[in-house]
């Protein structure tokens, strides 16, 4: 089992930045992929950005350029900074750590509200 734990996030004006956290517990051991996935209101969740064990990363189109994922060189905690925020970046974000290779279990933070205004 792993555990993740979210922290940041909160009211930001167009144009804005805010920064995500997110660290791990338990099972650390057997993380892959760790990553930040968002959800608005009357939509699907989406993946915002993926760090894998390898270190390659991915974003969405809609955030390239303007967030980017880290983590600090530890594999128990992950960061999601945001800059230049849309309105359109409103959402519930979520934190996800991934563990196995052939099967993989999903693990998600309680979820973070980021809000932007115009």
């Known amino acids: 089992q792993v555990q993740l734990v979210q922290s940041g996030g909160g009211l930001a004006q167009s144009g804005g930045s805010l920064r995500l956290s997110c660290t791990a517990s338990g099972s650390i051991r057997r993380i892959t992929d760790m990553g930040w996935y968002r959800q608005a209101p009357g939509k699907q969740r989406e993946s915002v950005a993926v760090l894998s064990s390898d270190g390659r990363l991915k974003y969405a189109d809609s955030v390239k350029g303007r967030f980017t994922i880290s983590n600090g060189n530890t594999r128990t905690t992950v960061y999601l900074q945001m800059n230049s925020l849309k309105p359109e970046d409103t959402a519930v974000y979520y934190c996800?750590?991934?563990?196995?290779?052939?099967?993989?279990?999903?693990?998600w933070g309680q979820g973070t509200q980021v809000t932007v205004s115009s």
């Open positions: 996800n750590a991934q563990t196995g290779w052939a099967s993989k279990t999903d693990y």
